[in-house]
């Protein structure tokens, strides 16, 4: 009989992971992800409508002028933290570093993660403030009075960025992992930078997407 029991028991772990195991791929240690993203990838989930208009070559749409280019995201996340009025969130620091030379962004934040699958896939929502290198306001190439090559430096930013009208951006962002162990997770992710109109009323802002390599640190 328990020759038997030992025989099915091996048997069950060879076909797949028990219940027990498969729960044990979820961590709440802290993580560390590097992950490339598009900047400016017209892909916005909060808005009325999702759009991917492909425009004639030489024509920008305003708050599009950084679109198509490529970014490096570094990602710190604290472990769980066990506060349950606050739904056990993660800290998080994220610095954007444009590979264009486009406007970059860092951020603070909290994220909240739930897991699916017993522990192999996760969604995850977030909420972080967020300062960036770029413009506020793009200077105007039609003001009176420029010559040539002050209005052709000012017609060449505003063709080529964005003013995002503060300093000071929210950033609301999303993703959703597969934990390929308990240390490496895959992210496909959505970040947006805005500031809902609050500071200025220029707010254009910018959505990003990506994927995400993902470490969890400890032991």
């Known amino acids: 009989m328990k020759t038997g029991l030992m025989r099915l028991l091996g048997a069950t772990m060879l076909l797949g992971p028990t219940p027990a195991m498969a729960q044990d791929l979820v961590t709440h240690a802290p993580e560390v992800a590097v992950g490339v993203l598009r900047h400016g990838a017209n892909f916005h989930p909060l808005g009325s409508q999702l759009t991917f208009p492909t425009l004639p070559p030489g024509q920008v749409y305003e708050g599009m002028e950084e679109d198509g280019t490529t970014d490096v995201q570094l990602v710190y996340r604290t472990k769980m933290l066990p506060i349950r009025w606050a739904l056990k969130p993660r800290l998080t620091a994220k610095v954007q570093v444009s590979t264009a030379g486009k406007t970059s ?24 403030v967020t300062i960036h290198d770029g413009y506020r306001y793009l200077p105007n190439p039609f003001l009176p009075g420029l010559d040539s090559a002050e209005a052709w430096r000012r017609y060449e930013i505003y063709q080529t960025r964005t003013g995002f009208g503060s300093r000071v951006l929210f950033n609301p962002n999303a993703a959703i992992g597969v934990r390929i162990d308990r240390r490496w997770a895959v992210e496909a ?12 009323d220029v707010n254009p802002g910018i959505d990003n997407v990506g994927i995400r390599l993902v470490r969890a640190l400890g032991r």
């Open 105 to 128: 962004f860092a951020s603070l934040g909290a994220e909240w993660r739930q897991h699916a699958f017993k522990g192999r896939v996760y969604a995850q929502v977030g909420i972080g």
């Open 189 to 200: 992710t959505w970040e947006h930078f805005s500031h809902r109109q609050l500071f200025s």
